[in-house]
């Protein structure tokens, strides 16, 4: 298992205020139960080795690079959702990006849209990657199901260090990707896997 770590990433994925503090509109409501869950797997990943890829999303205020869905969203005067510079673009409290990690803006669902994500991991000899953040029938998934894709040896999703709007739909989602050859342990045992 040591062998396989420097050939791992954990990838953090939307961990941002404009997705779960409190006072946002676009809150989700079960994000922030994980944050203790994705701060443990982000310490674990560090202590070991393990390479760090926070995902975030970093949107122009005017809403240029946002999905035609959410343009709405943006301009002078709206509530500019994690545009660049803002409150709302910053990670949650518990959560800071360190020298060694790697920090990839996406303005997309995937973290492998339009990002040179794959191209970073690939030159680095990454080929496992293990997906925490939020939220799951979206970011999270579009990400696992693009690193199958991909042919990443291993994917894996932390079930506990990821959220969606209802446990009904979080369940589904892992379901799905359990399916299809995604590993889905809790926080727990992906610690213990790895101590092995």
């Not at 994000?31 to 926070?54: C, H």
Request: hydrophobic content about 45%.
């Amino acid at each position: 298992m040591a062998d396989s770590r420097k050939h791992t990433a954990l990838i953090v994925i939307n961990m941002q205020k404009a997705f779960l503090d409190e006072d946002t509109p676009m809150r989700l409501e079960a994000g922030k139960a994980i944050i203790p869950s994705v701060i443990k797997a982000v310490e674990v990943a560090r202590e070991l080795g393990i390479l760090i890829v926070w995902v975030v999303r970093e949107h122009d205020p005017m809403g240029r690079d946002v999905e035609i869905f959410r343009r709405h969203l943006y301009g002078p005067g709206k509530m500019n959702p994690a545009s660049k510079g803002s409150v709302g673009a910053e990670l949650v409290d518990g959560l800071v990006i360190k020298e060694g990690d790697y920090k990839v803006v996406k303005t997309r669902f995937s973290a492998f849209f339009a990002t040179n994500l794959h191209s970073f991991l690939h030159s680095n000899n990454i080929n496992n990657v293990v997906v925490t953040g939020v939220q799951m029938p979206n970011c999270v998934r579009q990400t696992v199901f693009d690193a199958l894709s991909l042919d990443y040896h291993s994917v894996t999703v932390i079930t506990d260090a990821t959220a969606a709007a209802t446990p009904d739909i979080h369940l589904a989602n892992i379901v799905d990707m359990k399916n299809v050859g995604v590993a889905t342990p809790t926080l727990e045992e992906w610690c213990k896997l790895l101590l092995c």
